[in-house]
């Protein structure tokens, strides 16, 4: 069950938190969108897999999704924070 879904112990109720909310997920499954910036160091999870790490560009907190430049090729990566958890990474980690 991902974080927007209702959490009353049933997982089949999938009522979902209203669209202008998706920035104020609950801080213990992922960083919310008000909580990255620009230049951070972050690792994306989704659908129980990991799904990139790389560093923030752009932060659009009223859409609750952020841009990141991946590590590596370079790619960059629209993260919806309603379907991914963004955990920020130490610096000093490669």
Same mark, same amino acid.
């Given at each position: 069950?991902?974080?927007?879904e209702?959490?009353?112990?049933?997982?089949?109720?999938?009522?979902?938190?209203?669209?202008?909310?998706?920035? +104020?997920?609950?801080?213990?499954?992922?960083? &919310?969108?008000?909580?990255?910036?620009?230049?951070?160091? *972050?690792?994306? /999870?989704? /659908?129980?897999?990991?799904?990139?790490?790389?560093? *923030?560009?752009?932060?659009?907190?009223?859409?609750g *999704? *952020?841009?990141?430049?991946?590590?590596?090729?370079? +790619?960059?990566?629209?993260?919806?924070?309603?379907?991914?958890?963004? /955990?920020?990474?130490?610096? &000093?980690?490669g």
């Amino acid at each position: 069950m991902s974080w927007h879904e209702a959490a009353d112990g049933n997982e089949s109720a999938g009522e979902r938190v209203p669209y202008g909310q998706a920035a +104020e997920a609950p801080g213990d499954i992922g960083a &919310t969108a008000k909580q990255l910036h620009l230049g951070q160091r *972050v690792q994306a /999870h989704g /659908h129980g897999a990991a799904h990139g790490a790389g560093t *923030v560009e752009t932060v659009a907190v009223e859409l609750g *999704v *952020v841009w990141i430049r991946e590590d590596g090729l370079g +790619e960059r990566k629209l993260l919806d924070l309603r379907e991914y958890q963004v /955990h920020p990474r130490d610096p &000093t980690e490669g």
